[in-house]
């Protein structure tokens, strides 16, 4: 596609379940990153895929959070035992190996 | 994880006038910079970015200036209009962090009419 595609836009869910978050990169971009953006606030570095590499999960804030990537392709950020305090925008971006980050539009989170 | 989770500052400016947004980047070993623009409701978008073997560098009515002695990024708007209206973060890669993004505290422009 044209550009970075994230879904759903817009998640409720109950405190204590499970989300799966998903990514579509512009395709041939070798590089894809997910950002948490919490209310009025700025971003923060979740996990980092760069083509068949290990990933860098530095930032990823418990271990209720994953990500999975296969090859230069879709990814998906799992939240197992979601709690409010994980409410939050979550975006993606992807580049080329050179750079030139392009954002998606989120998926908003809310835990109720 | 790396955050900056902080409250965001305001700048308000009229129309017309120029706008001039600052950030302080952490890491001296960076070498990339990037102003993004951050419309509600969506995600951030490009804006100009840098590499620190320059100083300046000028987009369309944007001009970024690099101060690596200080780790200063600032942007510049000329003409600010009221689709400038929007939150501003500056955002530093290094080469040995296989370009990943950290991101400033951002910035709010509030252009009156």
């Known amino acids: 596609g044209a550009g970075v595609s994230q879904s759903p836009s817009n998640k409720v869910t109950e405190k204590g379940k499970d989300v799966e978050l998903r990514c579509d990169p512009i395709?041939?971009?070798?590089?894809l990153y997910w950002y948490r953006q919490r209310l009025g606030q700025g971003l923060e570095f979740l996990i980092y895929?760069?083509?068949?590499?290990?990933?860098?999960k530095s930032g990823l804030p418990s271990d209720r959070f994953s990500a999975e990537r296969t090859g230069e392709s879709v990814s998906t950020l799992t939240i197992q035992r979601t709690q409010q305090e994980d409410s939050a925008v979550y975006l993606c971006?992807?580049?080329?190996?050179?750079?030139?980050?392009?954002f998606g539009s989120g998926t908003r989170l809310t835990v109720v | 994880g790396e955050s900056v989770g902080l409250h965001l500052p305001t700048l308000s400016v009229q129309e017309g006038d120029n706008s001039i947004i600052n950030c302080a980047y952490s890491?001296?070993?960076?070498?990339?910079f990037i102003w993004y623009k951050q419309e509600s409701g969506k995600g951030p978008q490009f804006i100009i970015d840098?590499?620190?073997?320059?100083d300046k560098r000028q987009g369309q009515r944007v001009t970024v200036l690099l101060n690596k002695t200080v780790k200063h990024l600032s942007l510049q708007i000329a003409a600010t209009q009221p689709g400038d209206s929007a939150v501003y973060f500056c955002?530093?890669?290094?080469?040995?962090?296989?370009?990943?993004?950290?991101f400033g505290s951002g910035t709010r422009l509030l252009v009156r009419p």
């Open positions: 840098i590499r620190s073997n320059m």
């Open positions: 890491n001296s070993a960076s070498d990339y």
């Open positions: 971006a992807s580049s080329p190996f050179t750079g030139g980050y392009t």
């Open positions: 955002a530093e890669s290094g080469m040995d962090s296989s370009y990943k993004l950290i």
């Open positions: 895929f760069q083509g068949n590499s290990a990933p860098d």
């Open positions: 395709s041939g971009h070798t590089a």
